[in-house]
């Protein structure tokens, strides 16, 4: 029988060590809040009733103005104070605690706040007698994956700063300018006013890519923080539920995909 020696015992010890400082060094239980608190925190921030609402259109018509005249300034201040990603969160938090009901119900109110900050942007579009597309519209139209990289680990940062026990958290505001959730929604309003249809596809298809990888960060994050679940998943259902998560990815990324292969 082969006998572990003690440079062999130390040199495991070694990497058993390092192994447990990396994995420490990048941990998100460390400083997180606890899951109560990390609910009513994800589930107000994704009301579409009062403030929010009036947030929302206000951000819109910011964007709009900004996207107009080629401001980046003012364009990154709507993206400041848009309330559209606490929808996506609070989506994630639903699915990650297996409540379909609190799935649905903040879908449709995302749903809402898309079908308002469209129409808003629109009817901006339509009054304003800047009719061309500027720099900042077009730049908004073109997705690659870039953006989905942009928006998984926006969606990383964002989901990991709403949980941990600090309030005063200055992660989500860089979050909300990275992930650029508004100024795509303002193009489709600017292509629905002018009739420009394939600029609405390019940004509405970023919005997607957005969206999506945004919600995919915040239930993985949120499932590995073993929030509390409305009823305990069987494997079975575990596996199924993971079978969708990989359909559905693949299914956003296939435009993407296909347009590569094609220009290749």
């Not at 993206?79 to 903040?106: E, F, Q, R």
């Not at 469209?118 to 061309?132: D, E, N, T």
Request: with cysteine; proline share 4%; net charge positive.
């Amino acid at each position: 029988m082969n006998k572990t020696t003690d440079s062999e015992k130390k040199a495991k010890g070694e990497n058993g060590g390092y192994r447990e400082v990396f994995r420490n060094m990048f941990s998100i239980h460390e400083d997180v809040a606890d899951h109560e608190e990390i609910r009513e925190r994800l589930l107000s921030g994704g009301k579409v009733t009062g403030t929010n609402m009036v947030v929302m259109v206000c951000a819109i018509l910011i964007a709009s103005v900004g996207l107009n005249t080629d401001s980046v300034a003012v364009i990154i201040g709507a993206m400041l104070i848009s309330p559209l990603m606490g929808s996506i969160l609070a989506m994630g938090y639903g699915t990650a605690s297996n409540d379909l009901h609190l799935t649905l119900k903040h879908l449709v109110g995302f749903v809402m706040q898309i079908i308002f900050s469209v129409g808003a942007a629109a009817v901006y579009f339509l009054i304003s007698p800047v009719k061309g597309p500027t720099a900042q519209l077009i730049a908004r139209t073109s997705p690659g994956f870039f953006d989905v990289i942009i928006a998984l680990t926006g969606g990383i940062a964002g989901i990991v700063g709403q949980t941990r026990s600090d309030k005063a958290n200055t992660i989500i505001p860089g979050v909300a300018i990275a992930t650029a959730l508004m100024p795509p929604l303002c193009t489709v309003g600017y292509s629905l006013a002018n009739g420009e249809w394939k600029m609405m596809g390019g940004a509405a298809y970023l919005f997607i890519i957005n969206t999506y990888f945004i919600y995919l960060a915040a239930c993985t994050v949120l499932t590995l923080l073993k929030v509390p679940t409305q009823k305990v998943m069987t494997p079975e259902e575990k596996k199924r539920l993971i079978r969708k998560m990989y359909r559905n990815t693949i299914l956003v990324l296939l435009p993407m995909i296909v347009v590569l292969f094609t220009l290749n």
